[in-house]
């Protein structure tokens, strides 16, 4: 069974910054394509960033530039640096695995997610 424990949110200034942490449980972590998703009040979840298990990355319109994600196979864990903080970018992320080494493949196993409120 896989786990996904996403950390690092919180209340942060606009134009602020923070490092998402996802730690994922399993031995084949290096196979899969790995992503970052968010869901504000009232609205879907959304795409923000993936990592393939190449490292080719991919990013939502609206964080290109301001995100990054990134990951480390041995440690088993993805983050996401989030920076230049804008309100609307207040949503509980979760971190997610994909089903293959590709981001085309979807994606199959969500963590609980994590808080970020951007507000001065």
């Known amino acids: 069974q896989v786990q996904l424990v996403e950390s690092g949110g919180g209340l942060v200034q606009p134009g602020g910054s923070l490092r998402l942490s996802c730690a994922v449980s399993?031995?084949?972590?290096?196979?899969?394509?790995m992503g970052w998703f968010r869901q504000a009040p009232g609205k879907e979840r959304e795409f923000v960033a993936a990592?393939?298990?190449?490292?080719?990355?991919t990013y939502a319109d609206s964080v290109k530039g301001r995100f990054t994600i990134s990951r480390d196979n041995p440690k088993n864990a993805v983050f996401l640096q989030i920076t230049s903080l804008k309100p609307e970018d207040t949503a509980v992320y979760y971190c997610?695995?994909?089903?293959?080494?590709?981001?085309?493949?979807?994606?199959?196993?969500w963590g609980q997610g994590t808080q970020v409120t951007v507000s001065s």
């Open positions: 997610a695995k994909g089903r293959t080494e590709y981001v085309s493949g979807g994606f199959d196993y």
């Open positions: 399993g031995r084949t972590f290096s196979s899969y394509a």
């Open positions: 990592i393939d298990w190449t490292g080719f990355r």
